[in-house]
């Protein structure tokens, strides 16, 4: 079954560098998701890009926060200056439809210290 | 913007029982329901899904019902086992259908 790779499963790095992770969608899929998930609590929408432009994006992805589409496999999501509150699980997702059948990947931990 | 609302927290079942899960939605145009599974260390994986021109739809032990009136849906699991021990969630599409917005999760523990 086609999945949703994302690297590093684990980076831990110093308050105020910078950090990109990166994400491999399905293949055929169109649209792509960057979600983030604070220890113990919910699913958060970041944001949505579609045709190398951001459709929808949420008050927490702000400045420091940028994506990419760098070439026809890869999607980033880079983090400007990380703070101690960036930690959290980040999961890039994509899908075939740009509403319905989301697939997630398996995150990557972020940890700030 | 969407908000979806989902109760119970925390859900505990013995082996064998069904587990119902709820959440509500804010948005009447919402016409997208999935729901997710989250296992420890794990990224959200759909378990299943309904469009708003059906009122259910089943998969083996899995269901999901939908109220437009209401404007809520919920997730049931019949004869629950261990391996169905996940945080659950359940998401609407945000109004642009862009997105889709997360409830809280309900943590689901099954104890044989």
């Known amino acids: 079954e086609p999945e949703v790779t994302q690297t590093p499963s684990h980076q831990v790095t110093q308050m105020g560098q910078e950090v990109i992770l990166r994400c491999v969608p399905i293949?055929?899929?169109?649209?792509f998701y960057w979600y983030r998930q604070i220890l113990g609590q919910k699913v958060e929408f970041l944001v949505s890009?579609?045709?190398?432009?951001?459709?929808?994006k949420s008050e927490i992805f702000d400045d420091q926060f940028s994506v990419e589409r760098p070439d026809g496999s890869n999607f980033t999501l880079k983090i400007r200056s990380t703070k101690l509150e960036d930690s959290a699980m980040y999961f890039c997702?994509?899908?075939?439809?740009?509403?319905?059948?989301?697939?997630f990947g398996s995150g990557t931990r972020l940890t700030v210290v | 913007g969407e908000n979806v609302e989902q109760h119970p927290s925390t859900l505990s079942v013995q082996e064998g029982d069904s587990a119902v899960i709820k959440c509500t939605y804010s948005?009447?145009?919402?016409?997208?329901f999935p729901w997710y599974k989250q296992e420890l260390g794990k990224g959200p994986q759909l378990i299943i899904d309904?469009?708003?021109?059906?009122g259910e739809k089943k998969d083996q032990r899995i269901a999901v019902t939908l109220n437009k009136t209401a404007k809520h849906f919920s997730l049931h699991i019949t004869e629950t086992q261990p391996e169905d021990s996940a945080v659950y969630f359940c998401?609407?599409?945000?109004?642009?259908?862009?997105?889709?917005?997360f409830g809280k999760g309900t943590t689901l523990s099954v104890s044989s």
């Open positions: 890009f579609y045709n190398n432009e951001i459709s929808e």
């Open positions: 948005d009447s145009a919402s016409n997208y």
């Open positions: 997702a994509s899908s075939e439809s740009m509403n319905y059948g989301y697939t």
């Open positions: 293949s055929n899929h169109l649209y």
């Open positions: 309904i469009r708003s021109n059906v």
């Open positions: 998401a609407g599409l945000n109004q642009a259908g862009t997105a889709l917005i």
